[in-house]
């Protein structure tokens, strides 16, 4: 089973609109970590916000906000005011367990901001 | 800059030859990371250095891969009798420790001719 599924292989937004990136997760472990990344057509990884599994609040980071609903595990990406400069792929990722560990990856979805 | 450095950002090769790509993490950064990113999909996970050692090295996909950080900052990724199916681009990230984002370089795109 996957560990991370985002369900929306693509997205054509306006500009200047909010945008919802969808993000599920699977894990057992009580501890776990949840990321999300933007990854430009130049290719680098960009982290954007994190949220811990304990955390009491969804994270904000700007205009970015995670949707942070764990009894249906789900992680969503929030980006509001959408600019040009926002389109990208986004990954959604998940670290388990209280380590320092390796990172899973969903597919990513390809966000289009349209002029 | 202060960021994760990858060397050399493109390589092309034949089939057959053998290939390293090396990775200078964030100064103080004691986890480092390797990952495999395919056209069209999110990056495979392939090893975990803490410090000198391999934490955990489940993603690396057969003996032909392995990788060495022998000080415990530089790390190098080598892969022996590459494969077509080798193509693609190697990520390296390096984290502070616990709780920390993974940070990434820009990636080397490997070709196997």
């Known amino acids: 089973a996957q560990k991370i599924t985002q369900t929306q292989p693509g997205m054509f937004v306006q500009e200047k609109e909010a945008v919802t990136l969808d993000c599920t997760y699977d894990t057992s472990d009580p501890s776990y970590g949840l990321f999300w990344y933007k990854q430009p057509s130049s290719g680098e990884m960009i982290f954007l916000i994190y949220q811990g599994s304990y955390d009491q609040q969804n994270a904000t980071e700007g205009r970015y906000s995670l949707n942070f609903q764990k009894a249906r595990k789900s992680a969503n990406l929030v980006i509001s005011a959408s600019q040009l400069g926002d389109s990208a792929m986004y990954f959604c990722?998940?670290?388990?367990?209280?380590?320092?560990?390796?990172?899973?990856f969903g597919k990513g979805t390809r966000l289009h901001i349209l002029p | 800059g202060a960021g994760v450095s990858q060397t050399p950002s493109n390589k092309v090769t034949e089939k057959g030859k053998y290939v390293e790509l090396r990775c200078d993490p964030i100064s103080g950064h004691t986890a480092l990371y390797w990952y495999r990113q395919s056209l069209g999909q999110g990056p495979e996970f392939l090893i975990y250095f803490q410090g000198t050692g391999a934490a955990d090295d489940s993603g690396l996909p057969n003996d032909r891969f392995f990788a060495v950080r022998p000080e415990g900052s530089v790390s190098t990724l080598k892969i022996q009798r590459t494969e077509r199916g080798d193509s693609a681009v190697y990520l390296c990230a390096s984290s502070l420790g616990l709780y920390g984002p993974q940070h990434f370089g820009d990636g080397t795109r490997l070709s196997i001719l």
């Open positions: 990722a998940m670290r388990e367990g209280n380590r320092d560990d390796k990172i899973i």
